[in-house]
């Protein structure tokens, strides 16, 4: 059934105006008749099963069969990105998303690609979250990952909250394997460092603010490689990745 994300408040009726963009998607792209079934989610968990029906001349709405709320089986993690170039951070997003990250913080750090500024910078995080609430909802996650604006490393570092903090770091000796916990921690955050690597002081900040540095083996990933390698190894190890099948629409009914 096919989905489109809407925000929270569009949801609250129990008939949905479908106007704007999302009209002329349904009429001219999707072709969508009346009598159709149609998924409409907020990004944040909250599910509305909806048929499509005419409103009047050439306007559709939607009107709400069932609502229900679906909680996301992702383990938590939290990828604080040194920023790469603009392409690249937006297929990290985009494959991010689909490995089941839950957050991005884009981090200026000592080499990393300058961030913009002012409405270049406004109009590049829009981009970003739109690219994030697409891929969550082509991968049918029930929630969209939250995309921070570009801010420095200290300051990210700072206000981090994960449980467990890993940075990849390919001088480290210590492979992944032996710093990864027994137990599940409730949530990583995983940073991963620019094109052309971390500073020594930058280093020796990030591990004074808690994380655990590690190798990801001999070869030199791309920055964007080890954001998802990461990514999957902890979807893997502590979340739904190999141990659950489709999502399929579970959750408690509203
Ligand atoms: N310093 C590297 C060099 O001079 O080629 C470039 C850094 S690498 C392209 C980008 C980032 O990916 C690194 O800062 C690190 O966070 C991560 N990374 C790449 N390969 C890694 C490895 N084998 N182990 C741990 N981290 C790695």
Known sequence: MRRFILPSEKLEAEEIPLEGD???HFQKVLRLNSGENIL????CGLICRCRVELAGRNRLK????????EEE??????LIQALPKAERMEWLIQKGTELGISEFSPVNTKRSIPVLSGQ?????????????????????RPYVPVVNEPRDLAEVLLNCRE???????????????AALPDLSPSSAAVLVGPEGGFGQEEIELVKKC?????????????????GFTMATILQYVYGDMGKSGPQGIKGKRI
């Open 120 to 140: 270049r910078k406004d109009k590049r995080v829009q981009r970003w979250r739109r690219i994030a609430e697409e891929a969550s909802r082509q991968s049918e």
């Open 163 to 177: 449980e467990y903090r890993l940075v990849c770091w390919e001088e480290e000796s210590r492979p992944l394997g």
């Open 22 to 24: 999302l009209l002329h």
């Open 40 to 43: 409409l989610l907020n990004g």
């Open 73 to 78: 089986s992702v383990f938590p993690v939290h």
């Open 210 to 226: 808690g994380f655990h540095s590690v190798s990801l083996g001999p070869r030199i990933l791309r920055t964007e490689t080890a």
């Open 62 to 69: 939607a009107v709400v069969l069932e609502k229900w709320r």
